[in-house]
């Protein structure tokens, strides 16, 4: 079956360094939560929906050995395997939800447990297709898709399994890896467990005299301060309590590498790259590309740190110093107001989009605020078909709350697309899309808000935001993503990784990005724990494709403004097309080639550009009015 046959883990919309936080708990207005009962009417429904959907296992069992028979025996396997995965996901979905709401609930712990049992046993119910497949062969199969109209939605699927013969193994082999699925994502559920509710966050005292828990959503608030003292304290604190826990969670993460590194072997795969790259057949040149057209791009970035620095008033940036605006805006976004502005931004992309936009916004498909317990960050979760896109969030009332409830409306919007215009089995989209709308919405809203700017100083908030968008985003998940490559290799040539291992390895991709040999920013040792703050670690080379979204979305919404509805249109298409081809192949139908250097050339011009802009606006300000 197709990769997104485990679809557990939501699409993550933000990581944690692009996310807003809030350390205090806020009253629950069950208008700003979601309702789940959508999904399913009680517990007792949902355990009685899993039960139905675990007595299915056998039934697909029981058709092994049917593939080859006909084209209508295929369909019949095909149909019923799918029909179940629906149910599962949805399953699954509820169970995921529900467990992040409050993750000290040991309740719906478990249930979010037994969702990913579910999905371990239709691995294991599922394990003999792929192989029967593959011995029945591509003409055959092709034959049968041509003989019988029903296979055609299944057609996509089955053609990217037949692609997959030179790493697919025999049916016992199979069988016996499927037996372990579960167990292969057990490090990224110690490191969360570890991370959300065991560890014992420092509580500091400010200048303010307000006192901080420094879990991640309170070191995620408090990073930003004014002052820069607190900002050192901060950083000092939070990194020196990851250090204690430094082996611990280097252990971890290592046995995810070695886990991932072992699995590739298995498959006949060059590496976890080649594996990674290969399962949505990315060429390996958009991987490749990307690393070098950011490392040609470094100065860029330490323009950016140098004008940061000016800003700031700072003589030497450190790493501290990353994170508060650049200007002070005194304006609350609450959730009300935030709807209103995304909408009005929106526009661009017509009557349809606004729509649609505006009566799912409506609904109670939303948990808004932060709450003590509740899984940080913010992510739509989309895969129950029959229902709709729920959105977790951490609002926080400010524009970086804002920004985060654009970019997951823009996951929102691709979905329900999706699901208008595809069937089930294309309807989820690979990730190699799935942050291009995202970061699209993104740029649309701080496009929007830098034109409707009421001062000099509010535009240059919003054109500081977005530079910081484009740092934490194109330039800072490259630098993960070469990062995670240098674990993967060297695991691969068989060195050890230790806690203090990575953390060297971490150190000198930091340092060379920040340009801290150069004096550009000063990364102190102790922060180069910070490997171990990131989850995206444990999801297999997937954040450099942050970078390559937001480059991608860059040049749709370039086409958009440049030829309206023309360029609308293909940008709406992509959505529309869901899962139904090659991601690669879709984007570049759009009218984006990311193989070739181009796209991360204007993102980085584009870079530039706003510098250029904030630097007039500053040097502006600088001169008296009466010289004017």
């Known amino acids: 079956m197709r990769k997104t046959i485990v679809p557990i883990a939501a699409i993550f919309a933000a990581l944690f360094v692009n996310c807003t936080f809030a350390n205090e708990e806020v009253a629950v207005d069950p208008q700003h939560t979601w309702d789940l009962t959508d999904l399913y009417s009680s517990v007792e429904a949902w355990d009685q929906a899993r039960k139905e959907v675990l007595a299915q296992y056998d039934s697909i069992e029981a058709r092994r050995g049917t593939l080859g028979d006909s084209a209508d025996s295929l369909y019949s396997a095909y149909r019923h395997v799918s029909d179940t995965l629906k149910k599962a996901g949805r399953v699954a979905v509820y169970a995921s939800l529900n467990s992040h709401e409050d993750l000290r609930v040991t309740d719906t712990q478990e249930r979010d447990q037994l969702g990913n049992i579910l999905f371990a046993r239709f691995g294991e119910a599922t394990a003999w297709m792929q192989p029967e497949l593959l011995e029945v062969g591509r003409e055959v199969i092709e034959s049968y898709i041509k003989e019988d109209e029903r296979l055609e939605p299944f057609a996509y699927e089955l053609d990217n399994s037949l692609r997959n013969a030179p790493h697919t193994l025999g049916a016992e082999a199979e069988q016996t890896l499927s037996y372990f699925s579960q167990s292969f994502g057990a490090p990224a559920d110690t490191y969360t467990l570890l991370t959300s509710s065991d560890i014992p966050w420092p509580t500091i005292t400010l200048s303010t005299g307000e006192e901080v828990r420094l879990d991640s959503q309170g070191y995620g608030r408090a990073r930003g301060s004014q002052n820069r003292e607190d900002r050192k304290k901060v950083f000092d604190a939070f990194w020196n309590k990851w250090a204690e826990y430094r082996n611990s969670v280097g252990i971890i993460l290592n046995s995810h590498i070695q886990t991932q590194v072992a699995l590739s072997k298995a498959r006949n795969y060059d590496g976890v790259l080649h594996r990674e790259l290969h399962q949505d057949n990315i060429p390996p040149a958009v991987y490749h590309t990307l690393v070098e057209e950011v490392n040609k791009a470094l100065p860029t970035l330490h323009r950016y740190f140098k004008l940061r620095a000016r800003m700031l008033g700072i003589e030497q940036m450190h790493y501290y110093d990353i994170y508060p605006p650049l200007v002070s805006l005194d304006k609350s976004f609450d959730i009300d107001t935030s709807k209103k502005i995304t909408l009005a931004a929106m526009s661009v992309l017509g009557d349809d989009w606004v729509s649609m936009q505006k009566e799912a916004m409506g609904e109670r498909w939303m948990h808004v605020y932060p709450q003590r317990g509740k899984r940080p960050g913010a992510y739509m979760q989309g895969f129950a078909y029959d229902v709709h896109p729920y959105l977790l969030l951490n609002h926080n009332d400010n524009y970086s709350s804002l920004s985060t409830f ?50 000099v100083d509010e535009k240059i908030f919003y054109l500081g ?33 230790s806690g203090e291992g990575i953390s060297a390895i971490y150190g000198d991709i930091l340092k060379r990005y920040h340009g801290h040999d150069e004096g550009v920013v000063i990364i102190d040792d102790l922060y180069t724990n910070e490997w171990s703050f990131v989850p995206h670690f444990y999801r297999n080379m997937y954040v450099y494709q942050y970078a390559t979204s937001q480059t991608a979305g860059t040049a749709l919404y370039a086409n958009i403004v440049n030829e309206g509805e023309a360029g609308v249109k293909r940008y709406k298409d992509l959505l529309r097309a869901g899962g139904s081809n090659y991601p690669y192949l879709l984007l570049a139908e759009a009218g984006v080639d990311l193989a070739k250097p181009e796209p991360y050339r204007a993102i980085v011009a584009k870079m530039n550009a706003v510098m250029d802009e904030m630097e007039r606006l500053l040097d502006e300000e600088a001169i008296p009015l009466s010289a004017r």
Do not use: C, V
């Not at 996951?411 to 995202?438: C, D, G, V």
């Open 465 to 497: 935001h977005g530079l910081e968008r484009m740092r934490a985003t194109f330039f800072r998940q490259t630098m993960f993503a070469e990062f995670e490559l240098a674990l993967y290799e060297a695991a691969e040539r068989g060195e050890a990784l």
């Open 406 to 455: 654009a970019h997951e409306w823009g996951h929102a919007m691709h979905t329900l697309y999706a699901k208008q215009n595809q069937p089930f089995e294309t309807a989820s989209y690979a990730t190699f899309i799935a942050e291009i709308p995202s970061t699209s919405l993104e740029l649309i809203l701080q496009d929007y808000m830098s034109k409707n700017a009421k001062s």
